[in-house]
């Protein structure tokens, strides 16, 4: 009986684990659930005669590698900071890991140690990253076996609050990890549109936005995600003088989120003593330039922010809580962790709520070898998620993984070392899967003159 062992038992894990046991007895195999959270690992796993849960602490070194050595495959849910501890154990032992995180260069320089153990670390294996990216090369290789070149690129994805219904202010809920929220963008970006690279700095990401239309969900907006240079070499496009990989958020989001940047409440390194028994007005204070002024609080941080007191950003921080006495109450001692403790406060996914995951591409083609006119292809991918069942975020993080683990343990996927989902013997098997479930892809053509 081969053994799977999941790290993390978060949002984004519970479809990925509902997978695994609905195919645990016709593929023989048994599924342990480790999280820091107990309860929470055991929620994911129920009542299932293949299934267990256990207390995971993943900076416990020992406990660390005994639950990887016993595992076949290591399936990584855990937020990205961990991902290179778990990479590292499993090469030791010789076991595969798939992750849903990005490949950092820390997992990259394990890539000769990985094929001299014969174990393959298969990162950015979700939604963004993940089926974006093999949705991507898959049109990409369709296109350029039709004679087509590609000469710009533009991608997004986002997961946000499906439209036809009751949104908070600031039109978002939490469907994945809310770190990932809040530190969104803390390494600046960098793209290149005709031909000219754009680097835009951390404090600069939300300021720098342009629209978007998504056909059955209306206009949002786009923010420059990360690197996207990076994915000229992984998807082989030589000839592209746009290179766009952006993330997408109901307008006014950005706009909001960047005056928080400014505030600079996004921080992991400025320890803050007693954290949890301050007000969010307390922290927020601490973030202001020494003022002797006896103005309220509101009025110095749109003083400081250079914004309308009463404007629709400030409405937005009030409502959030910045602005409260409420004692804080969070585990951690930073400004991020605060945020985060509020942001699950205020933006939870009720029973009532759907989410919705939108994936766009974006491609513009020549053909130098025959006649035919340049063109525009964009290809649509929209997914909403169940009232009181399981979030399209969920659902579209764990399937891909769910495929790929499958794939694995068949002996259908035979690669090593350190990869993104580009190869086609991981991508084609994975999206004929995922098409079989549902999500499927529109696509539509215009002549690129007219776009």
């Known amino acids: 009986m081969k053994q799977l062992l999941v790290l993390g038992a978060g949002q984004s894990a519970s479809f990925l684990v509902a997978q695994l046991l609905a195919d645990a007895e016709s593929e023989d195999w ?140 600031l039109r978002y809920v939490i469907t994945w990890d809310p770190r990932n929220v809040v530190m969104a963008g803390f390494e600046g970006a960098q793209y290149m549109e005709n031909g000219n690279i754009k680097i835009v700095p951390f404090h600069q990401v939300f300021h720098h936005t342009w629209a978007v239309d998504v056909e059955g969900v ?47 409440l996004p921080n992991e390194t400025l320890r803050i003593p007693d954290l949890a028994d301050r007000s969010y007005a307390d922290v927020v204070k601490m973030f202001l330039p020494l003022n002797i002024s006896s103005a309220p609080l509101e009025q110095r941080v749109a003083r400081f922010l250079r914004i309308s007191p009463t404007g629709t950003i400030m409405e937005n921080l009030r409502w959030l809580g910045l602005f409260s006495d409420e004692r804080i109450g969070c585990t951690g001692d930073t400004s991020a962790a605060m945020l985060v403790h509020l942001l699950t406060k205020r933006l939870p996914r009720t029973s ?59 002996g259908e996927l035979s690669l090593t070392g350190t990869l993104i989902p580009t190869h086609p013997a991981i991508f084609a098997p994975v999206l004929r899967e995922i098409e079989r479930a549902g999500l499927r892809f529109t696509e539509t053509t215009q002549p690129l003159e007219s776009s």
């Open 218 to 264: 209306g206009k949002l907006e786009a923010y420059a995600n990360r690197d996207s240079m990076s994915y000229m070499q992984s998807f082989g496009l030589h000839d592209v003088g746009t290179m766009i990989r952006g993330t997408l958020r109901y307008p006014g989001w950005s706009e909001t989120w960047a005056q928080i940047v400014r505030l600079g």
């Open 30 to 169: 048994f599924v342990t659930v480790g999280d820091l959270d107990l309860e929470l690992a055991q929620r994911c796993v129920g009542a299932h005669s293949r299934g267990d849960a256990e207390r995971f602490d993943v900076n416990d070194a020992g406990l660390r590698s005994t639950q990887i050595e016993h595992a076949d495959v290591v399936i990584n849910m855990l937020p990205a900071a961990y991902q290179d501890l778990v990479a590292w154990d499993c090469v030791a032992h010789g076991r595969h890991m798939l992750s849903v995180s990005y490949r950092d260069q820390t997992v990259r320089d394990l890539d000769l140690d990985a094929k001299r153990k014969g174990v393959l670390l298969l990162c950015e294996m979700g939604l963004d990253p993940g089926i974006d990216h093999m949705s991507a090369i898959s049109l990409i290789r369709r296109l350029e076996g039709d004679g087509g070149r590609i000469v710009g690129f533009c991608s997004y994805g986002s997961g946000i609050p499906a439209p036809e219904q009751n949104h908070n202010p």
């Open 352 to 410: 009532d709520t759907r989410d919705m995951v939108v994936l766009v591409h974006e491609l513009d083609v020549e053909y130098p070898d025959d006649d035919r006119a340049a063109e525009r292809i964009r290809s649509t991918l929209v997914v909403e998620g169940e009232p009181s069942g399981f979030t399209a975020m969920s659902r579209t993080v764990g399937l891909p993984v769910a495929i790929a683990t499958r794939l694995l343990l068949r």
